[in-house]
Nanobody
Framework: QVQLVESGGGLVQVGGSLRLSCAAS????????MGWFRQAPGKEREFVAT????????NYADSVKGRFTISRDNAKNAVYLQMNSLKPEDTAVYYC???????????????????WGQGTQVTVSS
């Protein structure tokens, strides 16, 4: 059974920073691409960032490009999302997800991810 546990969310002012972490257990983490998604109140969950199984391919949503950085530490079975220059529209529950199949580049489509964490709330106040 794969488990993903997010942490690091909280309340931050506009322009501030947060670093989200996602701890994975239950399978060979390093073989799988990972993604971050978010869901704002009243909206559908949307893609934020993805990193390939080996870290060589990274993609971001246009809305976060240049402000957010995704990274992974396979030795620690963890993936991170560094969020800088936060805006009120970044307020959402953030989820990490593990790819459905091994050794892929990572995709923006939620259906490509099989395991999901419980989410961590990020609130940006103006």
């Amino acid at each position: 059974q794969v488990q993903l546990v997010e942490s690091g969310g909280g309340l931050v002012q506009v322009g501030g920073s947060l670093r989200l972490s996602c701890a994975a257990s239950g399978r060979i983490f390093s073989n799988y691409a990972m993604g971050w998604f978010r869901q704002a109140p009243g909206k559908e969950r949307e893609f934020v960032a993805t990193i390939s199984w080996n870290g060589g391919t990274i993609n971001y949503a246009d809305s976060v490009k240049g402000r957010f950085t995704i990274s992974r530490d396979n030795a620690k079975n963890a993936v991170y999302l560094q969020m800088n220059s936060l805006k009120p529209e970044d307020t959402a529950v953030y989820y990490c997800a593990a790819d459905r199949y091994p050794q892929r580049i990572g995709y923006r489509t939620q259906a490509e991810y099989h395991y999901w964490g419980q989410g961590t709330q990020v609130t940006v106040s103006s």
